[in-house]
């Protein structure tokens, strides 16, 4: 996915991942999850095989975030 161009704007965006800081606060790249949310006394049931690492595409003139769980 290299060159995309914002559909807001038509400048070029660049290429990142959101952080999500989970147990004791260390980061992780956010992840998408099949399906909705269910809780668990841990916090949220989640399948290994339901999970998608998202990556974030942003535009580097008006901030337009695009996010993908390839
Ligand atoms: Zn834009």
Redesign the pocket.
């Known amino acids: 996915m290299a060159g995309k161009t914002?559909p807001?704007?038509a400048?070029s965006m660049e290429e990142g991942y959101t952080i999500d800081a989970g147990d004791y606060s260390m980061p992780s790249v956010g992840v998408w999850h099949r399906g909705k949310p269910e809780k668990s006394f841990w916090g949220l049931k989640t399948r290994k095989a339901d999970k998608r690492e998202i990556v974030a595409w942003r535009?580097t003139?008006?901030?337009?975030l695009e996010h993908y769980a390839p």
């Not at 003139?61 to 337009?64: D, E, M, P, Q």
């Open positions: 914002c807001k704007c400048r535009c003139s008006c901030g337009f």
